[in-house]
């Protein structure tokens, strides 16, 4: 089976239809056990280290592993570097295409943007909707799954954050993650509820720092709310058929606006008590914290991650400093 790889969320509806393996390389590179070591060999290979470690890791998740048969590169609606890194690729030999998220969220455009991808794996459009409707069966679990987190008080911010950005991909095989997904919910019916402090919401980039879920729970507080890794579930979009209007309803790629809606909504709806806004290092995504303090109305605190492993201590000090102001 192919295994395609892309460097974001993309409509995997296609890449299923098609019988082919998608893999968020993302997931690849942090998940592998010496995610350092990759960041290495991308930086030998002249990779600046001002350039953002995803990116360098992702590289070297296709370069050192070898298996993918064709990497999506999303141009626009992600990282900025990811147009230079799909050059990159291609002159080592990759076979590579290019998606686009419109920045203006126009519907012909993203339209046109789904049909280059189903030309070029064979599908029609109508095999993709019928695979969205298993694919909204699974995340209407993931909505449960969620809401084992912040309504019910079960599940912990890290298996909120792990089963939600695996979403991107369903590990590439969304019937195996179905399965594992029904045993997960079902150990976590059985617990007692939690009985945190203080209720923390997430936003930002999936962090690079793992072990952050864990810290904070150690401050008698919990993340209740995983911004994009709730967003990488299509979560608001379930139920509805035409694939086009999901990723119009997908926030992330487009403007910060329509993403702050969302969070303010969620705020709300999980009475959270603070924010953790989360923003990787040389990213252009960092520059958002202006206009995220100014329109939030509940305590933020911003923190900066570059390389993965542990949290610096530096980082666990003004956590547990605004998690304690918090408490105040």
Known sequence: MKRIGFTTSIPVEVIFAAGYKPVDLNNVFITDDNPGRLIEVAENEGFPRS????????YSAIIDRGDIDTLIGVVEGDCSNARALVEVLEQKGVNCISFSYPNSRNYDQLKKEIFKLCRYFGVEFEDCIKVKKELDAIRQRLIY?????????????????????????????????????????ASIEKRDAKTEGKRIGYIGVPPIN????????????????????????????????????????????YSLRGRLEDIKAQI???????????????CFRGI??????????????????????????????????FIDMLDQ
């Open 51 to 58: 350039t953002c470690a995803w990116i360098k890791g992702i």
């Open 145 to 185: 799954l969620d809401e084992l987190t912040w309504k019910h008080n079960r599940a912990t911010g890290f298996e909120n954050h792990i089963w939600q950005v695996s979403s991107s991909d369903f590990n590439g095989d969304y019937i195996g993650f179905k399965k594992e997904l029904d045993e997960k919910i």
């Open 210 to 253: 793992g072990d952050i879920y864990d810290f904070i729970e150690s401050l008698n507080a919990r993340v209740v709310y995983n911004e994009v890794q709730r967003q990488f579930t299509m979560a608001d979009s379930v139920g509805i058929e035409d694939i086009v209007e999901v990723y119009r309803n997908f926030t992330y790629p």
């Open 268 to 282: 709300s709806k999980r009475e959270i008590d603070g924010i953790i806004h989360y923003a990787q290092a040389f």
């Open 288 to 321: 958002e914290d202006i206009v995220i303090r100014n329109e939030l109305k509940v305590p933020v605190l911003t923190i900066e991650g570059d390389r993965p492993g542990n949290l610096d201590q530096r980082t666990r000090l003004r956590i547990e400093a």
